[in-house]
C-alpha cells in the first residue's frame, strides 16, 4: 500500500503554544488529506478534510482557527493547533487519499501531550 | 442511527479458528467499503477493500459485501494471537470522506 509519514510521532508542549504536524504522501499524490484526532479508549473522530489549493473543510464543533490546515503541495498538509491547551492532548493522525486506487491509507499518528 | 455500526465486542476466538467480523450501513448510495486494523497506540492500518457485492479474498482475509442487505463482514481464518487488534469497518458514501464505525475489538488466545 501507499505510504504516508507524519511528522513530529510525539510532541510535549507547555500550554499556550503551537505545534505544527506534518503529513506526507511519499508515493503518490494526494489531493484530498484528512485529518482525525483519537481519545484514549475512542474511535477515530475526523476534524477535517484538507484539499489541495483550497481551504479545508471542518467537522462540526471543530474551531478552524484553533487548528489550522494548510494542504500547500500534493504531498503535503499540515496541522497547527494554536494556544494548544492540556485538554488538545491527543493522538493527531492524518491519512491522504490516493485518487487511483481510491483508497485511504493513514500516517503514523502523532501524540500530542500539553502540559 | 448512526451510519456505520459495528458490535464493540470484544469477539475472542482461540488461535486457528475463523473470526467473523460484522458491519452495518444505512447509506444505500454507498460505494465502496473498506477494513482497517488498529493495534493499541498505533494507527489504523488499511487490510481489505470491497466495491461490488460477493467475497474478496487476500490471504487470510476475505470480505464479503451485501448491498441489499446493507452490510460488510470481515472473516479472517486460522486466525493468530497477532491478529489481536480493533477492526473498524469504513464506507464512502461519495462525499470524499469515510464514515467509521467504531471498531470491533479481537482477542485471539493462544
Known amino acids: 500500500g501507499a505510504v504516508v509519514s507524519q511528522h513530529p510521532s510525539w510532541v510535549i508542549c507547555k500550554s499556550g503554544t503551537s505545534v505544527k504536524i506534518e503529513c506526507r504522501s511519499l508515493?503518490?499524490?494526494?489531493?484530498?488529506m484528512f485529518w482525525y484526532r483519537q481519545f484514549p479508549k475512542q474511535s477515530l473522530m475526523l476534524m477535517a478534510t484538507?484539499?489541495?489549493?483550497?481551504?479545508?473543510?471542518?467537522e462540526q464543533g471543530v474551531e478552524k482557527d484553533k487548528f489550522l490546515i494548510n494542504h500547500a503541495s500534493l504531498t503535503l498538509s499540515t496541522l497547527t493547533v494554536t494556544s494548544a491547551h492540556p485538554e488538545d492532548s491527543s493522538f493527531y493522525i492524518c491519512?491522504?487519499?490516493?485518487?487511483?486506487?481510491?483508497?485511504?491509507?493513514f500516517g503514523p499518528g502523532t501524540r500530542l501531550t500539553v502540559l | 442511527q448512526k451510519e456505520v455500526e459495528q458490535n464493540s465486542g470484544p469477539l475472542s476466538v482461540p488461535e486457528g479458528a475463523i473470526a467473523s467480523l460484522n458491519c452495518t450501513y444505512s447509506?444505500?448510495?454507498?460505494?465502496?467499503f473498506f477494513w482497517y486494523r488498529q493495534y493499541s497506540g498505533k494507527s489504523p492500518e488499511l487490510i481489505m477493500s470491497?466495491?461490488?457485492?460477493g467475497d474478496k479474498e487476500d490471504g487470510r482475509f476475505t470480505a464479503q459485501l451485501n448491498k441489499a442487505s446493507q452490510y460488510v463482514s470481515l472473516l479472517i481464518r486460522d486466525s493468530q494471537p497477532s491478529d489481536s487488534a480493533t477492526y473498524l469497518c469504513?464506507?464512502?458514501?461519495?462525499?470524499?470522506?469515510?464514515?467509521f464505525g467504531t471498531g470491533t475489538r479481537l482477542l485471539v488466545s493462544p
Open positions: 491519512s491522504a487519499r490516493d485518487l487511483v486506487l481510491d483508497e485511504q491509507f
Open positions: 508515493d503518490f499524490q494526494a489531493t484530498t
Open positions: 484538507s484539499n489541495e489549493g483550497s481551504k479545508a473543510t471542518y
Open positions: 447509506d444505500r448510495g454507498s460505494q465502496s
Open positions: 470491497i466495491y461490488s457485492n
Open positions: 469504513a464506507v464512502n458514501t461519495g462525499f470524499q470522506k469515510l464514515v
